[in-house]
């Protein structure tokens, strides 16, 4: 009410005015009617009525809410004597808007993706569960298993319920082209521990995922906008998926995501308990734990569970339950969160860091800045405290006048976090988990909203402590320069200090950035020229996967075919490509006389189905024996290539390798290895090359079947024309001379899987790059900015100096060395530092240590040789003139 | 000899005014205070503005704008129920403190004899 009034004031003031007028001329009327002249009456009207302007004065007095106004009044005082000094105030705004704006950009990633619960109601309480064979540091964590899962649906006292999940792809035929789809198979319990129902239809009933129930599945939002325009009618319809007709049950709404995965349909795994064996680890799990049960209890009902599991299924043929008692696996569960973040959040994390560094030293800029300002209006402060003015009431001037700043800083950093938001999503968006969770929402405007404010705060600190200190009537006392001077002076070089330290943990932790991603380029990904490997999917279905051998034929057909195209120099395929993630730890492998279960713990061995020619399309290196050839699989041989990693982990060197047998399940007969390859750094240029086993594309006795071959291969072009148009027009064209009914899917040459390992080293480097670029431009304006302020107070002793017979040269040099023994402070604090922060981002780097000596000379020389010249362009002034005639003016 | 208006005594003079006469423009309050003074009181008729905005703050009395005798626009001021009640406790509030005063004035102080 009575802040609506503080808006209404003018109407108010008009009334006022108009009832004292009113009042006046009853009065006036009153006197003439009493015989008094016009002029008289007047006048004793006036006199009656007392003064005017009091009342006026006395009635404001009683309207007014003294706070709000008198700081609506200071805040205009603050904008005005902000305009005074454009130029700076600018200067001032566009630091805190970069400093604000990047922070709360890196903010809204973090929050997006750390901080926010996963889409589903009570997702706290979401888990996967995974394994390991050992409890060391260094233990590959692996999904969880079919036997794992019966046992703990059936024996849980912390589990509400347990599900399991794979991701696929599937081709679905009968529509107008054939298509290729990602598939999600899970069992009956997964969209009920999410806690997602389906939009239409209904989900899947336990008995629809028991074996031999009819075919269903339930469509994504996306893919039934996209393929049936959202038709409702679908409902009851069939789709042909893989060949065989489901029955479409229900369509999920559109705000249903899972774990950030792509897909179209989702389908039941119908798995058969009477079927299941111990092992199988190639399942994901997906749990919800009971409200209140802690991560120990949890932990401990898991520990019960397995030895439970191995008892109650048979282990599979060619192994004992012994084997498997004697090594249960060590199970956890892992927050959902977590399972979906992967390890993006240290990253995040490090440049939250780094951009809150920037920020910090932009807020001792700026504060440098006020101060100089403050400085400026020393003798004015200082008058009106002499006048009255409280301390309080200078204080709150000098406060509001930062936090304006603060504010307006503040709303044009929210602009710049809402385009590099946008940015950001561009350009990270294969790396970032949840991205479509990083938006600009009020969380973070509520966070620029309080860094900006603190911001304010922090940048009006030092003149409210030097100007509004409840003493301070003295500075009146004229000049008083060179005393204030020092003491001024000490403060900007502490901030200066600072700035400096603060740049060169920033340009180390960039520098470590640079040397990591220089290692990464450097390592020999195990391939040749990516960008000329054109990489297409192509999944045979239907009747024709049906029979082995004609899936070979077949894929055979049509590397022939893509052979023949123009320019085409080496084709093959595979089960899997390259760097794909995904790969097939399933199994032990065994090699002859060696395996798993003789008491020694070995990795699990990964393999792949591979065609000939596979690694002269790559360009991996045969490093010793042979290639496989079509012979190799028409005819079954009983052969396999290795990499050399693993030969020489297990045989010593590659030649050693060679006539050794290995085999994939106690089942099965023993291969030859007839080939040792190159490594191929499969999981990125960072890790490790694994040790890999690679078998031919047709095999038989493979996993207790007669034979079996690959129908959903990737097949590898080396062509100059990778990626292109026309080529790709070429290849399709290729295929659908073999078979008119396959889809080619997942177009890409194999840089681009090559890039995306390298991609978020070089995002990490390039915001790193830039927040460093910013700290070393903040410090050097610093640096400038006290040997500038140092030359113009010492303007008289240079004079005299000069006057003494001092040489220009000598005097440059002495305000050098002052900036130079800043640097050097400040570059010694900042090694400090370093060395805390960067043992921080350690798994971040790749072939560099964090404390890389490199790196810190390289650094600090930088930082000393930017102060040098920061210092040198304000000590060139020394010899401008004005000294001596400073020193003659006196 | 006018006497300057006590502190705090123009707000009852207003109220009870307001009271007996019914709702009247800052004119009309006046000159009836005066009136009523008999030419005791001094009164800076200004004065009189502030004491009504104070007394609308609080919710005494409240304002609207009307017509006057002559035909103007008046802002016209009358006792809300609040001010009924203000009223009521104020005036006897102060005929205690009245009586009080003139027990001490009337009598000399009694003292305590030995």
């Known amino acids: ?890 | 000899m006018p006497t300057e208006v006590l502190q705090g005594t123009l707000d009852l003079m207003v109220l009870r005014t307001l009271e007996t006469m019914g709702p009247q423009h800052g004119f009309g309050l006046a000159k009836r205070i005066l009136q009523v003074s008999e030419g005791v009181l001094e009164l800076n008729q200004g004065t009189l503005y502030p004491a009504l905005l104070r007394l609308e703050e609080r919710g005494w009395i409240k304002s609207r704008w009307g017509v006057s005798d002559n035909n103007r626009r008046a802002k016209y001021y009358e006792l809300t129920a609040r001010g009924r009640r203000q009223v009521a406790a104020e005036a006897a509030s102060w005929e205690r403190t009245v009586s009080l005063m003139e027990r001490f004035l009337r009598k000399p102080a009694p003292t305590t004899g030995r």
């Open chain 1, 1 to 890: 009410m009575r802040l609506w009034d503080l808006f209404r004031r003018r109407r108010l003031e008009a009334e006022l005015d108009e009832e004292l007028a009113h009042h006046l001329e009853a009065l006036e009327a009153e006197h003439r009617a009493r015989g008094l002249p016009a002029e008289e009456a007047r006048l004793a009207a006036r006199r009656d009525m007392g003064g005017l302007l009091q009342t006026r004065e006395a009635c404001r007095d009683q309207r007014r809410i003294p706070v709000v106004e008198t700081l609506w009044r200071d805040l205009r005082f603050a904008a005005r004597s902000l305009r005074r000094t454009p130029a700076v105030s600018a200067a001032i705004i566009a630091t805190l808007a970069i400093a604000i704006g990047g922070t709360a950009a890196v903010f809204t990633v973090v929050h997006g993706v750390l901080l926010k619960p996963l889409p589903y109601p009570d997702a706290e309480r979401l888990v996967s569960i995974v394994h390991r064979r050992s409890s060391g540091p260094a233990a590959e964590e692996f999904p969880s298993a079919p036997y794992l899962y019966f046992t703990f649906r059936e024996e849980s006292r912390t589990l509400q319920g347990i599900g399991l999940w794979r991701m696929g792809s599937a081709s679905v035929t009968g529509l107008e082209r054939p298509e290729r789809i990602q598939s999600l198979f899970v069992t009956a319990e997964i969209l009920p521990i999410l806690g997602i129902e389906p939009r239409l239809g209904r989900g899947f009933s336990p008995e629809e995922d028991s074996p031999g129930a009819p075919a269903t599945v339930i469509l994504t939002h996306a893919y039934w906008q996209r393929r049936f325009g959202g038709d409702a009618s679908i409902i009851g319809r069939e789709l042909v998926i893989d060949g065989a007709a489901r029955g479409v049950i229900g369509v999920m709404p559109p705000a249903f995501t899972f774990l950030d995965r792509e897909v179209d349909v989702i389908v039941p795994f119908q798995l058969d308990r009477s079927q299941v064996t111990l092992g199988r680890y190639v399942f994901q799990s997906l749990a919800r734990v009971r409200r209140g049960v802690t991560r120990a209890e949890t932990a401990s009902d898991l520990a019960r569970m397995v030895p439970l599991a191995v008892e109650r299924f048979p282990p599979p043929p060619g192994y004992t339950r012994e084997q498997f008692a004697a090594r249960p696996v060590l199970s956890r569960v892992k927050p959902l969160k977590e399972e979906v973040v992967g390890d993006v959040g240290h990253t995040l994390w490090v440049l939250m860091g780094a951009l809150g560094l920037v920020l910090a030293m932009a807020c001792a800029n700026v504060a440098n800045l006020m101060l100089v300002r403050a400085d400026g209006r020393q003798r004015e402060l200082a008058v009106r405290s002499a006048l009255g003015a409280g301390w309080l009431a200078l204080a709150r001037e000098l406060w509001l006048e930062s936090l304006l700043l603060g504010v307006i800083g503040g709303i044009a950093g929210l602009g710049l976090t809402l385009a590099a938001v946008g940015a950001l999503r561009t350009f990270a968006a294969p790396n970032l988990p949840r991205l479509s969770e990083v938006v600009v929402d009020p969380i973070v405007i509520a966070f620029a909203a309080v860094v900006a404010l603190l911001a304010g705060v922090a940048i009006g600190l030092l003149p409210v402590i030097r100007y509004a200190r409840p003493r301070l009537a003295a500075s009146l006392a004229g000049g008083g320069r060179l005393t204030e001077g020092r003491e001024r002076h000490r403060a900007r070089a502490a901030l200066v200090l600072v700035q400096v330290a603060t740049a060169l943990v920033l340009l180390v932790c960039s520098g470590l950035m640079i040397r990591t991603f220089h290692a990464l380029t450097r390592v020999d990904p195990g391939f040749t020229r990516p960008e000329e490997v054109q990489l297409v999917h192509l999944a045979i279905a239907g009747a024709e996967a049906a029979d082995p051998e004609r899936v070979t034929r077949m894929q055979n057909a049509i590397v022939d075919a893509i052979a023949a195209i123009p320019g085409v120099l080496s084709v093959a395929f595979a089960d899997r490509a390259p760097m794909a993630g995904d790969n097939n730890s399933d199994t032990v492998l065994m090699a002859e006389g060696r395996t798993l279960f003789e008491g020694r713990s070995r990795p699990l061995r990964r393999f792949e189905f591979i065609s000939p020619a596979l690694f002269r399309t790559l360009g991996t290196p045969v490093v010793a024996g042979r290639d496989l050839t079509w012979a190799d699989l028409y005819d079954k041989r009983r052969t396999a290539l290795v990499s050399e990693t693993l030969a020489r982990q297990e045989w010593g060197s590659a030649a050693a390798a060679l006539g050794r047998l290995v085999r994939a399940s106690p089942g099965d007969p023993w291969r030859e290895i007839v080939g040792v390859v190159g490594d191929l750094h499969d999981d990125g240029m960072n890790r490790p090359a694994p040790p890999l086993v690679y078998f031919p594309a047709l095999v038989g006795q493979f996993w207790s079947t007669q034979a079996a071959s690959f129908p959903s291969a990737t097949f590898l072009v080396r062509t100059p024309r990778a990626g292109s148009e026309s080529f790709l027009r070429d290849l399709q064209k290729a295929v659908w001379s073999v078979n008119s009914n396959l889809p080619l899917d997942q177009f890409r040459t194999l840089e681009e899987p090559y890039r995306r390992s390298l991609a978020r080293t070089g995002f990490m480097l390039a915001m790193l790059a830039i927040a460093a670029a910013m700290g070393l431009l903040l410090g050097s304006i610093g640096v400038y900015g006290v040997i500038a302020y140092s030359v113009s107070q010492r303007t008289r002793e240079i004079g005299i100096r000069l006057a003494l017979g001092a040489t220009g040269s000598e005097l440059k040099r002495m305000f050098v060395r002052q900036g130079m023994a800043l640097a050097a402070g400040g570059v010694l604090i900042g090694v400090a530092a370093a060395l805390a922060f960067t043992r921080w981002m350690s798994s971040l780097l790749f072939g560099v240590s964090s404390l890389d000596p490199t790196t810190y000379f390289v650094v600090a020389a930088i930082v000393l040789l930017t102060a040098m010249l920061a210092a040198y362009l304000p000590a060139r002034r020394v010899t401008r003139g004005n000294a001596i005639a400073a020193l003659r003016c006196g």
